[in-house]
């Protein structure tokens, strides 16, 4: 079935760091990919999305680019900030499957002065 | 911005109790969706409604837990009895339609602990 795994964390970073997040996912047909993101003690946020292979998404400086050839959806960031502290979910979702979204386990992200 | 609101934020049960969750989605949007989230896990989908009908309950323990959506706008998902393994985030989320491609928005959830 399809599935999402992402790079455990926690991961720590310095501010003004570079960040990346890897994502690959495991799907029969032609996904759509996303990236939530979420607060502490908050629901969940979409933060960029990709509906085709070679998209890319982006949003507050964070980006990611749909890799067919690699089933891959790695996030990035130029340059963390301490508000960019939260969990980030890869996740996809299938025409097939009725749009049911899946999500990964989350990454935890601490970004410190 | 418009939010889907869910109540209460919080809620502590001892096990065996009965307990009820609320969600308010976007206005206008068609389908609504509950996920139970575990500590350190992503959002896990129970229940996924379009208006008024059940579309997926698959992963619901329909033993314990009911999810309605009357007139197609709030909904409520409720636990009888409750049990310790039923601690977790409930979301709810909603889409304007049935896209695969569209993306969520969910609300702040509500975090339940059973004792």
């Known amino acids: 079935g399809n599935s999402v795994t992402q790079m455990e964390g926690p991961v720590t970073l310095s501010e003004e760091a570079f960040l990346t997040i890897n994502c690959t996912y495991t799907?029969?047909?032609?996904?759509?990919l996303f990236w939530y993101v979420q607060y502490p003690g908050e629901g969940l946020q979409l933060l960029l999305k990709a509906t085709k292979a070679d998209d890319k998404g982006s949003n507050k400086g964070f980006e990611a680019t749909y890799r067919k050839e690699t089933t891959s959806f790695h996030l990035e960031k130029g340059s963390v900030q301490v508000s960019d502290s939260a969990v980030y979910f890869c996740a996809l979702s299938e025409e097939t499957s009725y749009d049911k979204v899946i999500f990964g386990p989350g990454t935890s992200l601490s970004v410190i002065p | 911005e418009a939010e889907v609101a869910q109540s209460p934020r919080y809620k502590i049960t001892e096990k065996s109790q009965a307990v009820a969750f609320w969600c308010d989605p976007i206005?206008?949007?068609?389908?609504l969706y509950w996920y139970r989230q575990i500590l350190g896990q992503g959002p896990e989908l129970l229940v996924q409604f379009q208006d008024e009908s059940v579309v997926d309950d698959s992963q619901l323990p329909k033993d314990r837990f009911s999810a309605e959506r009357l007139k197609g706008v709030d909904s409520t998902l409720k636990i009888q009895p409750a049990e310790l393994g039923d601690s977790a985030m409930y979301l709810c989320?909603?889409?304007?339609?049935?896209?695969?491609?569209?993306?969520?928005?969910f609300g702040s959830g509500t975090r339940l602990t059973v004792v």
């Open positions: 799907a029969t047909g032609y996904p759509s």
């Open positions: 206005s206008g949007h068609a389908t």
């Open positions: 989320a909603s889409s304007l339609e049935a896209q695969f491609n569209y993306g969520y928005t």
